[in-house]
Nanobody, 120 residues
Framework: HAQLRESGGDSVQAGGSLRLSCSAS????????VAWFRQAPGKEREGVAY????IPNYAESVKGRFTIAQFENTISLQMHNLKPEDTGTYFC?????????????????WGRGTQVTVSL
């Protein structure tokens, strides 16, 4: 069990950068599955990135632009070269058992989300 809370969301112009942080109530082992998801207006939630056993994986749409990292009780998402299509509410999540990667079904702890808006 973990309690998660996101921070760092903001409104930026295309090409800008943001760093999202997710604070957990306790230490998150590298073997745990931790992830970032997002939901754009009018769209379903999608997986952005996850890290399991120290290995990061990314959605094709953010590969090369975003970096996920886990350090002790914090999950971060460094975002560069932001695009309008990156706009949405970003959620962090964790799983203590199975890891479904960019599919959210196995995640048992979720934050409330932080808003990212990228303008033209």
């Amino acid at each position: 069990h973990a309690q998660l809370r996101e921070s760092g969301g903001d409104s930026v112009q295309a090409g800008g950068s943001l760093r999202l942080s997710c604070s957990a109530s306790g230490y998150l082992y590298s073997a745990n599955c931790v992830a970032w998801f997002r939901q754009a207006p009018g769209k379903e939630r999608e997986g952005v990135a996850y890290i399991f056993a120290g290995i990061p994986n990314y959605a094709e749409s953010v590969k090369g632009r975003f970096t996920i990292a886990q350090f002790e009780n914090t999950i971060s998402l460094q975002m560069h070269n932001l695009k309008p299509e990156d706009t949405g509410t970003y959620f962090c999540a964790s799983s203590r058992s199975l890891c479904s990667g960019l599919d959210g079904r196995t995640y048992t702890a979720w934050g409330r989300g932080t808003q990212v808006t990228v303008s033209l």
